[in-house]
């Protein structure tokens, strides 16, 4: 069937107790039914301020419920998502939005003064939605919290469609960043390929409800990273998606206590993490005061983008033994490029992986690469793909090739694949050394 999370995520809203928990943020729950009654309001909102359809939403801010709630919005109003990093200077941030045609941007409180140095510069940009403010809000802006609670909450009774788009823009290695175009149907399809090898997943609408009415709300998922990160973003979307409950830390900058924390008080069952340089922070504090928090619903951690080291999991394991490892090889141009799994009955060496099943690897001369001939090559995805880069055709035509007849998304990792046909590793193509005919990677 054809996918569109809008048409999902309105289903899901009517099938599950009003009162199970959408989203949590440190004292505040937002209820399913709550959300739905205020992404319809705000998704109504954007409509009726011009948002036509295939319109470009910037998303300007930290983890907060409203992230995820505004997604749902845009969603429902076939608004398209653009991310912005808020680490990014101003002219960084007025690139990402101009370069996205954005018509409307919610932004963060924080970062008001951002957008009033730029937003003279921005006139493609008709909406400026202003949230968490403790005060007036921006004079060129609206409140959020006012146009989530001002309306009926009813449904939009709009036809969506396969193919509105998602984007995740991507720093990548080299340039400016780039907008990766996904649809939701190729973006859904991508992730329920990568789950149909654990196991059967709902092919259906009706099925997915079906089997919301028979086990009930979602596991609760704590993206430790970033929303406006592709792996926070896409994991968080996922839970959304599965009619589960997204957690989200209240601080600015990442805490290790106050994670361990959140996962005791909210009984957390899913983590999202980036490799090491979330995973060492958390260990230590585990270290430091062993027993000190009951992590006993905690039966998965998931890491992609940087590595996460062999000696990292095993501390992780041994505070959490029931806890499965998941160590997830993709990028924003490839989901689910290969994953490995490492538990207390189980382990797997650093930086290796078992290939997808859309995967192939080749070399610089797109000749296949084959398991245990020492070669190496890069890693190829085929569709569902993303269209290609947002009003970028070269990149377009570096990244998206087609090979033998079929089109496939080569993000530019270099790997070696090994006789049992697991990946290893090297790394990114574009930071690689090439010094006396070989190749060098900092990995």
């Not at 099938?15 to 705000?42: C, E, K, M, Q, Y």
């Not at 919005?73 to 808020?86: C, E, G, L, S």
């Not at 998941?326 to 992986?353: H, P, R, Y």
Request: aromatic fraction near 8%; charged fraction near 25%; hydrophobic fraction near 40%.
């Amino acid at each position: 069937m054809s996918w569109n999370f809008g048409d999902i995520l309105e289903a899901i809203e009517q099938v599950l107790p009003a009162d199970a928990p959408a989203f949590i943020h440190g004292a505040r729950t937002i209820s399913w039914g709550d959300a739905a009654r205020r992404s319809n309001n705000l998704a109504r909102a954007l409509v009726t301020r011009g948002a036509a359809p295939g319109g470009k939403l910037a998303f300007y801010m930290r983890n907060r419920p409203e992230y995820c709630e505004a997604m749902t919005a845009a969603f429902k109003a076939r608004q398209t998502h653009v991310n912005i990093n808020y680490r990014y200077k101003p002219d960084e941030v007025f690139y990402i939005i101009d370069n996205s045609d954005a018509q409307t941007v919610i932004y963060g409180a924080e970062f008001a003064g951002v957008m009033a140095q730029i937003r003279d510069r921005l006139h493609k940009v008709k909406t400026f939605i202003e949230v968490g403010s403790d005060g007036p809000v921006a004079p060129f802006a609206e409140d959020y919290e006012t146009l989530a609670e001002t309306g009926s909450g009813a449904p939009l009774n709009i036809t969506r469609a396969a193919d509105d788009e998602f984007f995740i823009y991507t720093g990548g290695t080299t340039g400016m960043p780039k907008g990766v175009i996904w649809t939701h149907d190729d973006l859904r399809e991508s992730h329920l390929a990568s789950l149909r090898a654990r196991g059967p997943v709902p092919e259906t609408l009706e099925a997915l409800l079906q089997s919301i009415r028979e086990v009930g709300p979602g596991p609760r998922l704590l993206p430790a990273c970033p929303l406006m990160h592709g792996t926070g973003m896409l994991m968080a979307l996922a839970t959304m998606l599965s009619g589960g409950c997204v957690v989200t830390l209240e601080g600015e900058h990442f805490d290790s206590t106050e994670l361990w924390t959140t996962v005791e008080r909210d009984k957390v069952a899913a983590i999202v993490i980036v490799g090491d340089a979330f995973a060492k922070p958390m260990l230590r504090v585990l270290d430091a005061e062993p027993g000190r928090f009951d992590l006993s619903s905690v039966v998965s951690m998931v890491s992609s983008g940087v590595m996460w080291s062999i000696e990292v999991k095993r501390g992780l394991i041994r505070h959490m033994p029931q806890v499965v490892l998941t160590d997830s090889f993709g990028s924003s141009e490839s989901v689910g490029l290969g994953s490995s799994q490492m538990s207390k009955d189980g382990e797997i060496k650093t930086a290796s992986f078992q290939i997808g099943e859309r995967c192939k690897v080749f070399d610089e001369d797109d000749q296949e690469v084959l398991p245990g001939s020492g070669r190496t090559g890069m890693i190829a995805q085929c569709p569902p793909i993303p269209r290609g880069y947002y009003k970028d055709p070269e990149k377009t035509a570096q990244t998206f090739r087609t090979i033998a007849g079929v089109r496939y998304s080569m993000p530019g990792d270099w790997c070696r694949v090994e006789a049992d046909g697991s990946l290893t590793l090297l790394g990114r193509g574009s930071v690689c050394i090439n010094t006396a005919g070989e190749k060098v990677y900092p990995e």
